[in-house]
Each structure stands twice: as C-alpha cells, then as structure tokens.
C-alpha cells in the first residue's frame, strides 16, 4: 500500500476530535456559535423535537449531543412520533423525520426536482467546495441509470479483472505469500481495494492505475469531510473567508486541481482517438468518464466540472462500499458458525454458472440476505430519502411542510423495528439467514429481499425514485469481493478481541476505526 495514502479513519477521527484542531478554528466556533444559535431559533414546522431532555434546555445542546448520540435520538424518536412526523436538531439544520406513513405520500404528492444530492450539498458547504453544479444539473445520475446499471453485464467482468489486480496489490502484498495469520487495517485495505476497481471502471483500463488518482480521491474524501464539518459551525456569509484558514480546505483545492488535470489529459487522449477498446456488444468501452462526456451537453463539457462529478462519484462508492463491506465481515467473525451456507452457496452457484457474472452474483441470496442484516444492524447512513422540498406539501394529517423545508426518513430506526424484522430470532440479534427466500421458484419474491431493492420498510438505499441510483453497482462490487474474500482468505479476531463496536458522527455509523482483523490465505490456497 502506498505509504501517503490516507484511510478513512483519519476523516472519522478528525471530525470527532474537533476540540483537538487548531486554537483559531475553536475561536471561530466559539466566535459564531451565538449566530447559529439564533439562525435556528426561526419559525419552522410544528413538530415535536427528539432528543430535547427538557423543554428549558436550549437547542444548540441537541445539535451538539446529536453529533454522538444520534442514534440514540432517532430510535427515541421514531419510537414515540412513529405515526406522525418528528424533528431532529443538527449542526447546520433542522431536519422534519417522515416515517414510513407520510414517505410514500410525500413522493406522490411533491412534483418537484429536489434530489438527494442537495442536503449533501448544504452541509458540506457546496457553495465553496464545488459542489453547486451538481444542483445544476444531474449529468452522473442520468449516466449511472441510463448507462452504468444497463451495462453491469458487461461491467461485471471488468471489474473481477481489476479486482485480482486490487487483492494482489492491497492484500496479498501484506501477506507475503504466508501461512501464518497478518494482522490487517480492513476498512483501509477494503478502501484501497474498491477504490481501485472503481477507477477501472470510472476512467477504463488505461488509466484506472494512475497513483496520484488513487491518492486523491482518497484524500479529498477526508478534507472533504473535515472541511464541511467545521464549515457548519460558521455562518454562511462567514464562509469564504474562514474556509481558507482550514488546512484541509487548502489540500481540498490541491486534490481538485490535481483531479482536473488528470481528467483534462485523459479526454485529451479520448479525443484523440486512442482510447478505442470496444465492449463485445459494440458499444464504446464503458467506462463513467467517456459515457459522463458523451451524454454532456452544453456546460456540462466543462472539464472542472466533470472532474468534480468523478470525485464525486468515487468518493460515494468508496466509502459506503468499504464501510458495508467491513461491517459484513465483522459479523462474520464474530459468528464464524454462520460462514460454510454463504460459502456453499457461492461454491454451487459458481459450478452452475461457470464464471463470476452478474447472472452468477444475482444468485446469491443468502450473501444479499448476510448483507441486508449487517446493514439492518451497522448501516452507514442513519437517514435516507433525504430532500429539501422545492413546493410546499400538505399532509393527510393536516401538517404543512412549507417550500425549504430539509426532510427525511428514519431508515435504521424503520430497519429495527420489533415489529417489522423478520425471522425467529430477536431483532437485535445477528442472523445472516433472515431475509432468505426459500422458494427460488418465484423470482418476484427473491427479488424483494435482494441487497439493493428499496421499500418503505427496506430505506437503506432511500425509496423510489429518490433511491441512490448506484446501488445496483454498488451490490454487485460488494458481493464479487466479498465472494472473493470469503472462498480464498480466513479472518477472525486478535485474542481478546471482540466485534468493534460502533459509533455515530452526526448521521453517518462507523466501527472502531482502529480495529484490526488477522487474515491468512486459506490452506487450499497457499
């Protein structure tokens, strides 16, 4: 592994370590804090607020035990306000929780463009970080629906290509050929492994190796992450002027003045006619950057701008990709029991079918079954089908949701519910087995408890329309690595370990970023 590339633990420990940045920064914080107090205090939706202990306490104290205890608040929440509507205080927004009952009535009756990408937007400061052309247009959306999903096909096979590659790079270069058991940073090497396949499939094969790519996309998923975090303790009209006193904005720039440049030199060499591998079907390579460039239009063309889109798209499927994936292994060694079905599953499907394709990945129900249950249990997000409303909407019960209003879905708390989770075994119990199907002769039914389908009592991936449009890629690198991990290599825990355990910065879940899992090839293997 490449020694100044940064994991993912180093965003979460930054940001969880606030009090830790510079004396000025907390200055800042402390300077503003007043502002964001009364920026808050406005009239909003008449709804009851989770995680208020008392009515004489002051709002700034929820968005600050938010931060941790997010959790905690919306599980609260949704357990009291389960039939109606709720709200939750966060650094930067109030946001309105709509439960199962008012989601789909909310998606039929809001005629609007509000798209998901927009609270991202908000709260990571997208006025200055680059980000207000994605509310312009929805070019890496139209491109993942219209072009990645149909092709995954095609993709699939590309992406075994570079996994091999990634694993023996990233996993097998730690091991050194060896038989004894390594200990290994999972969530880091995952990230490198996912983020090398995705720049296969998002720049092709000529380029996906590039080391200075690799570097930074790894690293404008931290400075992104910081510098948006500490940006909503400052006013808005603040911003400009505190953003270039954080260091991480500064390398931010760095990472994105480096991406254009890759990206400019590669469309350069498209254009010039070199870049002319063609898929069996005929089509061009499908690689994002080429399809992003040919459905562009007008300032979409712009290479700024379809750099940014590619960061963009690199940092949602590295991060969430390596976060699920580690989650499932976790679980995995802490009830090792439950490992040979997944693996004899993957063994016969793999005989049947005779190659690792879509077709064969979309046969694995009981690894979607294993990976919708860590998900119940250990998502990445606590929130989904998020949205800010461009119309006013008025519920059946009367409540108005006025123009501006930022909402959302309680998905992990849905996902919990005691009287939703299926199964023998209590909801707070690991089963891998829970969402399995046993009638395979009704494709229908299979396909409702597939990893990446969405419902009103399945929002990890949101709902409808709305849903995350890369989720049918996402489902299929997850369970090719993971079916490659579990058939070829061994993990369990250091004596004395057990399962991390995880914990909450704002809406996201993490597990200790600090564990390590010890791997070894399997036997047959070495």
Known sequence: MMD??????????SVRSVDKQPAWALATIAVVVCYVIARHNRKSVPAASAGSHSIFEPTWLDRLRFIRDSRTVIERGYSKFKDTIFKVHKVGADIIIVTPKYVEEIRRLSRDTGRSIEPFIHDFAGELLGGLNFLESDLQTRVVQQKLTPNLKTIVPVMEDEMHYALARELNSCLDGSAHWVKVD??????????????????????????????????????????GTLLRFVPRMLRKW??????SYKHLQQNRQDARRIISEILNDHQLGTHDKVSKNGDPYPDILTLMFQAAQGKEKDIEDIAQRTLLLSLSSIHTTALTMSQAIYDLCAYPQCLDPIKQEIAETLQSEGSW??????????????????????PVFLLTFNRILHNPVTLSNGIHLPKGTRIAAPSDAVLNDLSLVPGPHPADTFDPFRYM???????????????????????????????????????????LVMGHLLMHYEFKFPPGME????????????????????????????
Not at 188 to 197: E, F, G, N, P, Y
């Open 186 to 227: 999972m969530i880091h090497m995952l990230s490198r492994i996912v983020s090398r396949i995705s720049a296969r499939v998002f720049l092709g094969p000529k380029h996906c190796r590039n080391d200075l790519w690799l570097t930074t996309t790894a690293e404008y998923t931290e400075n992104l992450f910081l510098t």
């Open 499 to 526: 399962r991390p355990v995880n914990s909450t910065v704002d809406t996201d879940m993490y597990p200790d970023l600090g564990a390590r899992l010890l791997v070894r090839k399997r036997k047959t293997e070495n």
């Open 242 to 247: 505190v953003a270039p006193l954080l260091p």
């Open 437 to 479: 199907i046993r009638d395979t002769d009704e494709p229908a039914k299979t396909s409702k408890t597939n990893f990446q389908t969405t419902s009103l009592q399945n929002m990890a991936f949101g709902y409808g329309k709305y849903a995350c449009p890369g989720r049918f890629y996402v489902a299929n690198e997850i369970k």
């Open 357 to 378: 394709s879509k077709a064969m990945l979309d046969k694995l129900h009981t690894m979607d079954s294993l990976l919708r249950e860590s998900q119940r249990l250990s």
């Open 4 to 13: 100044d590339t940064r994991s993912l633990h180093s965003t979460y420990d």
